[in-house]
Each structure stands twice: as structure tokens, then as C-alpha cells.
């Protein structure tokens, strides 16, 4: 299983469903800070990035884990963790580029996306605007690539960002 | 800096997919698309074929979206490149890149894209329709130009 | 072929992974002097303070070794490394070697001053450690070191219901990671939490007749039970020295970016070696688990016949302290005090925070209070990143939604106010 979450920030207009349903779903309760999946939001441009691991072949975050815990799983995929191991001294919150890991103040320990443990991912199945898939990377470079083709084709040109592909959002503009 | 560019000419193209076969065979030792650099998009019920590579943008964000330095501009070729031996697999490089040029190996578990080659683009060597070429920056762009005008005079 | 490595610690373990992974059906030996599998020493303090079980320390079980395939050979010591015939020798045998790893780690200091034989005395290295300071039952603590050990140490006992003092020889806490202003943060934070704190002390005795009574400074003699020594460590380089290998002037066994000492076929890794900043490129003796777990995986990569080049080591210190997350990351002022470094400080409510640049780059970050977009900055550490190339991103927007970690980073660069704060 190769699939990922794959995000479209440019189709994020911030909502922040998929932080409720994934504390709901994976912490029990719907508070948005033990969400694993976090929208960073940009109030002035109304800018929205969404973040969730990207479950890394060569995790920053195992690498810095003090106890060990965190490994990949060559059978699904994932970067999982040992919980019960876990003593939360955040060396991997603070080691991941992407803000992924998140404090779990209840248990103090620290937890990250696992796909909703593969079953289809709540928060892809939430979005309402279509930001959020649960595919192979490779496919939404598909896309793009047959976005940056047809650009080609009309305009006879080298290709350019299809008016689609993610981009600047001006406070104010609708999609 | 290397002032030449992959200049494709998109009416020449007939998706044969040689290209990509020869790509994939020169880095990976094997021949399939998903492991070629250069990809062609095809639309056949719209009749037409294009091939699709990198743009070596000024402002790369694969580069920037990398988060270890694995995607790095060779200083005297501009070339940009992926060190495999550093790439932690996150992907972040795929989602960024706006015409989809960036690839991942699944088998190694790494990203990877156009690396021109080392100088001599083999894309260019084997298209027997030379579709695409490697040429300098000014040359493509006259070029660019007299088909422009041949256009507007036949109008 | 067989590989034979000395340690039991994080970085032989990595390497003996690696290796049983690159080469399914190579012959790997560990000699360890502690007859225990490998634990983790980083959660010590964790176990002394009662939030982890001993039991959990272990990060290998004996039964894991074996499904590896390592022969182990525990609760032994390395008598010589005979280069010349490719032999460990330890006390009861022989053990012949193709390749080895050297992962010997370090040993706690303590000074050789009066009183350090006295029943009281201890240091926290090992389970052995930790197993007598809980027999001991610690009521009147002193802790002389304030580094990580000490300081989580400190809370730990403090938190058990200790009487805690914290005795540092130089004029601030944590002085290895944290500059003046963080360090008197943590020291403020210290002391809200019932520890007792004295810097620019120097210890010059322990008092007691057979068993701790009490130390004396240059400035006081305080009363005491238990005295726990975090000074520091010396690396267990003897052994390697005999044999031949070079030790470089720190005191670690010299290797090059590939762990290969000055004689072929031996590597080293760990707590051991003299290692080199990713920042600074300048030779260092990084003592923390993540950097030995990464030099034995490319002691093993090397090893096993895959060359993998070490990018050096990055200091990276993580310690909550009375609830706040205290983080240092790169380079100190203090690391780094013939270089003109740039500092930008900020002081908001509860929080702070400095970034240290060289030549418009980061080259080292000191928070206390922050927990989001780290990551971010430690990634621009590591790639060396111009920051005026993220600033511009981050004024812009422009093309941010491809490089969304930016925005992590933005908080700590854009100079605070509501529009940045993602």
C-alpha cells in the first residue's frame, strides 16, 4: 500500500473539518489540537496549508527518537510508533520539517497520522473541497503533467502552471 | 552556466515514447515509464502527444520544498539534481512541482528527475523525429519567433 | 565474513541493524561489558522520576538479538585489539575478526577529589546506576553538573520529594547549549520548582565518615545525603589507544566522514569518536543518542560495503522543564565565540526565543515556551538555507503552497505581529 495524503493547498479554503473529525476519530474527542492533521492558517492572505506526515522513508523524527520507537513498517508503509514505549520528550516533534507529530497532553505522549490505521482516511473523506486525496504521490503528478501538456498545446509554448495548480490565493478571491 | 536548454517541438512528436524508454533504460537499467525522467503526455482522442520535462525553473521549488537539502543546483552546470543517498522519501519535492516533473521511485524509495544527462541528453540523441533538441537558450527562442511570424504572415 | 562490535549502546546497535540488513547472511558478534540488552541511558532520569518503567528502558530484548542473528557476548571485557592478527581478546577467548566496530561509548566522570568513595556518591549512566540511587533512597540531593543529566536529574529527584541543589562550576545552566539570557530563563524555572540552584561553584570536597554527609564548595558547605556527578564523560578510548588507532585531541578515536579509523578494516562510532559539526564543519565530540545512532548506521553502511558519507553531527537538546519546552538546536553563541554571530531575540509573555545567523543563514536556535514550526527551523539549519530566500517566500507568498514547511518558520523569522503566525 502506497498511498498517501496528498494535499492541494490551493483548494484549501481552511475550514478545519478534517482537524475535528480526526481528533474525534483517532483521540476521542473533538478538540483540534489532538488532531494529527494540522491546516496552518494565514490570516491575512487567507492562505491555508494543510500538514500531516508524510510518513518519510528516512524519518527526522526516528532518527532523533530517544527511545527507538519509531520505525517503518515494510508491510504497509508507515512510519509507526511503539506508543506504550513512548516517555514524550518531544525530540521528534521538534526534529519534523512539516510540524506532523502532535503533543498529546492527555497521555503526554506523542502521536502522528497513521492513516487511520489504513482504512480510508477520515479527514480525505471529510474534505468538501476536494484539498485533501488519499493516493500514490505519483498519480498527482499525473495530473499536472497532463495539465502542463494541454497549457502546451494551446498556447504553443514552453508549459505553464495550469490556472489549477496550486497557487497564490488573495484574501477575498472565491475558487 | 549552462546557457542550452531541452527545446521540444511538440508538432514533431508522434509518442512513440523511445524517449522514455531510453531514459529509464540509461538511469534505472530498465525500461517503463514510470522510472523516465522525460514523460509524454498523451491525448489520443485529441490527436496529439506532448513531452514533458524540466523546466530547470530559476526558482526551483523542488529545491526549496525539500526539507534535508537533497535537491541541490550544481553551481557551474545550474543543473538541478536529486542525492538519492540524502532523500528521506517525504515526497514534499513531488507535491510541489507545478508541471508534475518530479518522480518517485518506488523500488528504492527515492525521488528522482531529469539530470540532463550529465551534458548529453540521451532523450535527444535517440528521437528520431527530433522532436526534442538540446540547444542554446537563443537559438530555441528564435526559433520561437520565426514560427511565430511564419503564423501571423500566412494570416 | 564477520563483523565484531564492541558496545551495546545505540550506535552498535544501529550498526549491527545495519549490517544484518545489507548482508542477510554475514556473521555479526556484539561484546558488551554490561551483561543487560540494549537500553536507552537518555530516559534514566525518566525512570528515576517514576513516568517509565525500567522495563521499557529496553530497546532490544535478548530473544531480539537472536532473531537478528547476533552472537552476543555480554558481561565480557576487551582485554586487547591484536590489529596484526585480527583478534578481540577478551577474558575467557579469542574472537578472530574480519571487520570491527569499534562503539565502546563513554564513561561519567568523577573528580578525584576527598570523599567521592563514600557511600552517597553516584552517577547516572546505566541501570546498575539508577538501581543503586533508588536503593538508596535520596532524601538531601546535590547534583554537581548542569547539563542534561544533571537537569533532569534535578527534577526528577525534586519531584519524588527530594531536596535538590544543582552545584554548576561555570556561571550559568546548561551552559554547553544555552546562552546567558535562555540559560537564566531556565534557572528562573528551576528555581520556581523548588531547586535550589548555585553557579560559579566550584566543589572541592565531600564530607562524611563512611557515608555522605555533606559538600563543600569554594563559597559553602551544604548539607547533603546524595551526591549524583554529571561533569561530564571521558570516552573509553584505551583499548582502541593500545591497539594503535589514533585518538584524535579531543580525546575520541579519530575517524574520517565514512567512520574509518587510521587502520583498515576497524570503524568507530558512538559516543567514542571524535565527530564534526554539520554547522560549523569543525571537529566535536557529539555526545547525544541521536548522533551515535546515525554514525552506526554509516559505520555499518561502510562496512558492509556500501559507501555512505556522514554529514556530521547536530546538536539537538529537548527538555521540558517545569512544563515549558526548552529546545537549543545547532550552533551556541558560546560554541562558536570567535565568530561574529548574529543574534535575534525575541521576549513575548511566557515564551522566547534567539536565532543565531552566520552570513544570513541560521546557524543555531535557542526557544523556551515554543513548540510549533521547529522543525522548520532546524531543516533550515541543516540545508544551510539563505534566509532571505525563505523571508522572501514568506512576504510574498509567492509559491509558498509548494513549500508549505516555510510557513513553520515563519513565526521565528518574520519579526512576531498576527501576520505571521501561521
Known amino acids: 500500500m502506497d498511498k498517501r495524503i496528498v494535499i492541494d493547498p490551493g483548494k484549501c479554503d481552511g ?3 478534517c482537524e475535528l473529525v480526526c ?6 474527542t473533538w478538540h483540534p489540537a489532538l488532531s494529527r492533521i494540522k491546516v496552518k492558517k494565514d490570516p491575512i492572505w487567507s492562505l491555508n496549508l494543510p500538514v500531516v506526515c508524510s510518513h518519510c522513508e528516512d524519518a527526522p523524527c526516528g532518527s532523533a527518537c530517544l ?4 520505525d517503518k513498517d515494510y508491510s504497509t508503509g508507515l512510519t509507526l510508533r511503539v506508543l506504550s514505549r513512548c516517555i514524550g520528550c518531544r525530540a521528534c516533534q521538534v526534529s519534523c520539517p512539516f510540524d506532523a507529530c502532535t503533543y498529546d497532553y492527555r497521555s503526554e505522549k506523542v502521536v502522528n497520522c497513521d492513516l487511520c490505521e489504513g482504512r480510508a482516511p477520515e479527514c480525505v473523506s471529510c474534505c468538501p473541497t476536494g484539498a485533501l486525496r488519499y493516493e500514490r504521490a ?3 503528478g499525473e495530473e499536472k503533467l497532463k495539465a502542463a501538456a494541454r497549457a502546451a498545446i494551446i498556447e504553443e509554448a514552453e508549459p505553464v502552471p495550469d490556472k489549477d495548480t496550486p497557487g497564490l490565493k488573495r484574501s477575498g478571491g472565491v475558487k | 552556466m549552462n546557457s542550452k ?10 509518442g512513440c515514447g523511445t524517449c522514455e524508454m531510453i531514459c529509464s533504460l540509461v538511469h534505472e537499467n530498465a525500461c517503463g515509464r514510470s522510472l523516465s525522467r522525460i ?9 496529439y502527444s506532448v513531452p514533458i520535462t524540466c523546466s530547470f525553473c530559476e526558482k526551483p521549488v523542488c529545491l526549496n ?10 553551481k557551474e552546470t545550474g543543473v538541478i539534481t536529486v542525492q538519492k543517498e540524502k532523500c528521506i522519501g517525504c515526497r514534499q519535492c513531488v507535491q510541489a512541482c507545478p508541471f508534475g516533473h518530479m518522480s518517485f521511485n518506488f523500488e528504492e524509495r527515492h525521488s528522482f528527475k531529469c539530470d540532463l544527462c550529465e551534458g548529453e541528453p540521451q532523450c535527444v540523441q535517440f528521437c528520431w523525429k527530433e522532436a526534442i533538441e538540446y540547444i542554446p537558450l537563443e537559438e530555441a527562442l528564435e526559433r520561437k519567433r520565426r514560427t511565430q511570424a511564419v503564423k501571423m504572415i500566412e494570416e | 565474513m564477520r563483523t565484531v562490535i564492541i558496545g551495546n549502546g545505540v550506535s552498535g546497535n544501529k550498526a549491527a541493524e545495519t549490517i544484518r540488513r545489507q548482508k542477510p547472511d554475514w556473521e555479526v558478534v556484539m561484546i558488551s561489558r554490561e551483561a543487560l540488552p540494549a537500553y536507552s541511558a537518555c530516559a534514566l532520569p525518566d525512570c528515576l522520576a517514576g513516568w517509565v518503567s525500567r522495563d521499557d528502558l529496553f530497546i532490544k530484548s535478548f530473544s531480539d538479538y537472536r532473531e537478528l542473528s547476533i552472537r552476543t557476548e555480554f558481561g565480557k571485557e576487551v582485554r586487547l585489539i591484536d590489529t596484526a592478527s585480527c583478534e578481540v581478546v577478551l577474558e575467557d577467548r579469542k ?4 571487520r570491527l566496530i569499534l562503539a565502546s561509548g563513554s564513561r561519567a566522570l568523577i573528580p578525584p577529589l576527598t570523599g567521592v568513595m563514600l557511600e552517597g556518591n553516584f552517577i547516572l549512566k546505566s541501570v546498575f546506576d539508577l538501581e543503586r540511587i533508588m536503593a538508596h533512597r535520596p532524601k538531601q540531593v546535590v547534583i554537581v553538573g548542569s547539563g542534561n543529566i544533571g537537569v533532569e536529574a534535578a527534577e526528577a529527584l525534586e519531584l519524588r520529594g527530594c531536596e535538590v541543589t544543582i552545584i554548576e562550576m561555570l556561571d550559568r545552566v546548561m551552559p554547553k547549549v544555552f546562552d546567558e539570557k535562555p540559560s537564566a530563563i531556565i534557572r528562573r524555572l528551576l528555581e520556581e520548582n523548588g531547586v535550589r540552584v548555585l553557579t560559579g561553584e566550584k566543589v572541592m570536597e565531600v564530607r562524611g565518615s563512611g557515608k555522605v554527609e555533606g559538600i563543600i564548595t569554594d563559597a559553602r558547605e551544604i548539607p547533603c545525603d546524595t551526591v549524583i556527578w554529571a561533569v561530564g564523560v571521558r570516552q573509553n578510548v584505551e583499548t582502541a589507544r593500545e591497539a594503535g588507532i589514533d585518538i584524535g585531541s579531543l580525546g575520541g578515536i579519530k575517524v574520517n566522514s565514512r567512520m574509518e579509523t587510521n587502520i583498515e578494516g576497524i570503524y568507530a562510532c558512538g559516543d567514542c569518536i571524535e565527530s564534526f559539526s554539520l554547522v560549523t564543519r569543525r571537529p566535536e565530540l557529539s555526545l547525544l543518542w541521536p548522533s551515535a545512532k546515525r554514525q552506526g548506521e554509516i559505520a555499518g553502511l561502510n562496512c558492509s560495503g556500501k559507501p555512505a558519507e556522514y554529514e556530521g553531527s547536530f546538536t539537538l537538546v529537548v527538555e521540558e522543564i517545569c512544563g515549558k519546552n526548552c529546545v537549543s538546536m545547532g550552533s551556541t553563541g558560546g560554541m562558536q565565540n570567535d565568530i561574529q554571530l548574529q543574534v535575534i531575540e525575541n521576549e513575548d509573555k511566557d515564551c522566547y526565543f534567539r536565532l543565531l545567523l552566520d552570513n544570513g543563514r541560521i546557524a543555531g536556535f535557542q526557544g523556551i515556551g515554543h513548540n510549533e514550526g521547529l522543525g522548520a527551523i532546524m531543516a533550515l539549519i541543516k540545508t544551510k538555507t539563505q534566509l532571505s530566500e525563505v523571508k522572501r517566500v514568506l512576504e510574498t507568498r509567492e509559491l509558498l503552497t509548494m513549500v508549505p514547511w516555510f510557513a513553520g518558520a515563519a513565526r521565528y523569522l518574520m519579526g512576531g505581529g498576527d501576520s505571521y503566525e501561521f
Open chain 2, 65 to 74: 520544498a525539500c526539507p534535508v537539502g537533497a535537491v541541490l543546483r550544481n
Open chain 2, 5 to 14: 536548454v531541452l527545446f521540444v517541438d511538440y508538432h514533431k512528436c508522434v
Open chain 3, 95 to 98: 574472537i578472530e575478526y574480519d
Open chain 1, 138 to 140: 505519483e498519480y498527482f
Open chain 1, 67 to 70: 527511545m527507538n520507537i519509531i
Open chain 2, 39 to 47: 514523460r509524454v503526455v498523451r491525448e489520443d482522442k485529441m490527436g
Open chain 1, 15 to 17: 475550514c478545519g473539518i
Open chain 1, 23 to 28: 481528533a474525534a476519530g483517532r483521540s476521542g
